[in-house]
């Protein structure tokens, strides 16, 4: 059963900062990786999407890297802002389930101090 | 154009009644996906709908079921609620015809309360 595991749970930085946040999962037969961000109480907003043959996709200032072998994602978010302040999800759906059926981890919470 | 939307936004309901949400996908989508994010929890996928029979789904009791409509509009049932039932209940739309590589976009759920 895929499994998805992100960390920190939670993370705090000043305005300005360069982050990194992390995924990982343990089954590599993946289709593909998207990562969402979640405002409090909200649904889930897609920011990239990642299919199994691509090493990376970039938006703004996010940039969101997929080693599929070792079972690894990061998403860079540069230049941080506070708006950024919420929830990001990582998950990924199997080959053998298709793309609509998403597994995810338990997300970072992120907090950008003005 | 409109994303998908759900209805209702809010609702509390006692243990042992029955409850109905409703989904509808963003324009062009034809298939929809339930899932149950209960508090400081990623989602957790309950089943899939397309072509108006539910093609896949996760580890959800029979207690929830489903239905898909000629228009892609889908609803989830959850009968003989349980106080362990409430969480976010978010629906997710994409198009089959990209099935294996297609975005999922979610509504902004429904958060279900029962007492």
């Known amino acids: 059963k895929q499994e998805v595991t992100q960390i920190p749970a939670a993370l705090s930085v000043p305005e300005g900062e360069n982050l990194v946040l992390n995924c990982s999962f343990t089954?590599?037969?993946?289709?593909?990786l998207q990562w969402f961000r979640q405002d409090p109480g909200k649904g889930l907003t897609s920011l990239l999407l990642?299919?199994?043959?691509?090493r990376e996709q970039t938006s703004g200032r996010l940039n969101a890297s997929l080693d599929k072998s070792s079972g690894r994602s990061t998403l860079y978010i540069a230049a941080s802002q506070p708006g950024d302040s919420a929830t990001y999800l990582c998950a990924v759906s199997n080959a053998q389930t298709g793309a609509n059926n998403l597994f995810f981890g338990t997300g970072t919470r992120l907090t950008v101090i003005p | 154009d409109a994303g998908v939307t759900q209805s209702p936004t809010h609702l509390i309901k006692t243990r042992g009644q029955q409850v109905t949400l409703r989904c509808s996908p963003k324009?062009?989508?034809?298939?929809v996906s339930w899932y149950q994010q209960a508090l400081g929890q990623g989602p957790q996928f309950i089943f899939q709908y397309y072509e108006e029979e539910e093609r896949q789904r996760g580890n959800f009791p029979d207690r929830f079921s489903g239905h898909q409509f000629p228009n892609y509009s889908s609803e989830l049932n959850v009968n003989a609620l349980l106080l362990g039932d409430s969480a976010l209940y978010l629906c997710?739309?994409?198009?089959?015809?990209?099935?294996?590589?297609?975005?999922?976009?979610f509504g902004p759920g429904t958060r279900l309360t029962v007492t």
């Open positions: 089954d590599s037969a993946i289709y593909n």
């Open positions: 324009s062009g989508h034809d298939t």
């Open positions: 990642i299919q199994s043959s691509q």
């Open positions: 997710a739309s994409s198009s089959i015809r990209r099935l294996w590589g297609d975005e999922q976009y």
